[in-house]
C-alpha cells in the first residue's frame, strides 16, 4: 500500500519548483496544498518575495501561517500560478474537486490564473470520474427544492453536514454529494447541473489542468496533457 501522506508531502514540495520570486500564488485547499505552502514559507524566509490569493479560510491561514502575503482577487494584480489538490484526476485530466468544500473559490482563482498546478497522490488517479459523490454547490433559497432536481439525474442527494448543522460555504451557500457513478461526460454533466436553478457550481473542473504533479509507482511524475497519462 503506497504511503499516500508522503506522496502528498512529495507533490506539494515538487510543486515549488513552479514557483519564482515576485509571483502572485492562487494558494488551493486542503491536506495536500498545506505542504506547498511549508515549501513556500521556506523559500519566504531565504527571501523570495511571493504573495498569495487564498481559495479559502483554511487557505488564509495557511498563506497567514507561512508569512505570505495575502491579496484580495479583486486587488490582484494577476494570478502567475495557482496550485491547488483534486479529489479525482481521469485519464482525460478531467477532476473532481470539493471534497474540502471550496469548490466555487476554487474554480474561480483558477480560471483567473495564468499557469495552473495540480498536485495529488496516487490514490486520487483513476480511469473515469465517479468514484466518489460529485459535491455541488447550491444556494441556500430553495435548496430542497434544486436537491429534488439533482437527484432526477444520481443514485443519492446527500446535503453536506458539519456537525448538527448544514456545511455552509465561504459564499454562503450549502453543498449536496451527488452520487453519479462513473461520468462518461463530464462536461455534458457540468452543463446539465449549471442548467438547474439554484445550482451555483459543480466539483467538476474540465480542461483546467496545465500541469498534474502525482506519482507513477515510487516516482514523482508530471504530465500537461493527456496523451501523457500513465494511469487508466
Ligand atoms: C477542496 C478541494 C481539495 O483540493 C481536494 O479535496 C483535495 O484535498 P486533499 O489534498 O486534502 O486530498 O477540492 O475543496
Redesign the pocket.
Known amino acids: 500500500m503506497p504511503d499516500y501522506e508522503w506522496q ?1 508531502k512529495m507533490v506539494g514540495r515538487h510543486a515549488a519548483q513552479y514557483v519564482s520570486n515576485g509571483m502572485v500564488i492562487g494558494l ?6 498545506r505542504y506547498f505552502a511549508e515549501a513556500l514559507g521556506n523559500l519566504v524566509q531565504d527571501g523570495v518575495e511571493l504573495r498569495a490569493v487564498a481559495t479559502s479560510p483554511q487557505s488564509r491561514r495557511l498563506a497567514e501561517d507561512n508569512a505570505i502575503t495575502l491579496l484580495e482577487l479583486d486587488g490582484a494584480p494577476r494570478i502567475d500560478i495557482c496550485v ?4 479525482e484526476v481521469a485519464t482525460d485530466l478531467s477532476m473532481i ?7 466555487l473559490w ?1 474554480k474561480i482563482v483558477a480560471c483567473a490564473s495564468a499557469r495552473r498546478i495540480y498536485i495529488a497522490d496516487s490514490s486520487k488517479l483513476v480511469g473515469r470520474l465517479g468514484r466518489r459523490p460529485l459535491p455541488v454547490e447550491v444556494c441556500q433559497f430553495g435548496h430542497s427544492v434544486v436537491a429534488r432536481k439533482l437527484g432526477e439525474h444520481c443514485d443519492d442527494v446527500r446535503l453536506r453536514v458539519q456537525g448538527d448543522h448544514p456545511f455552509v460555504t465561504s459564499s454562503g451557500n450549502y453543498l449536496y454529494d451527488c452520487a453519479f457513478g462513473t461520468i462518461f461526460n463530464a462536461r455534458e454533466l457540468d452543463a446539465l447541473l449549471n442548467n438547474i436553478p439554484g445550482v451555483v457550481e459543480t466539483g467538476l473542473f474540465i480542461q483546467m489542468v496545465d500541469v498534474l504533479v502525482s506519482f507513477d509507482g515510487d516516482t514523482i511524475s508530471c504530465c500537461e496533457s493527456a496523451d501523457e497519462v500513465w494511469w487508466n
Open positions: 502528498k488551493g485547499t486542503g491536506s495536500t496544498v491547488d489538490g483534486a479529489d474537486k470539493g471534497g474540502g468544500g471550496a469548490l476554487e
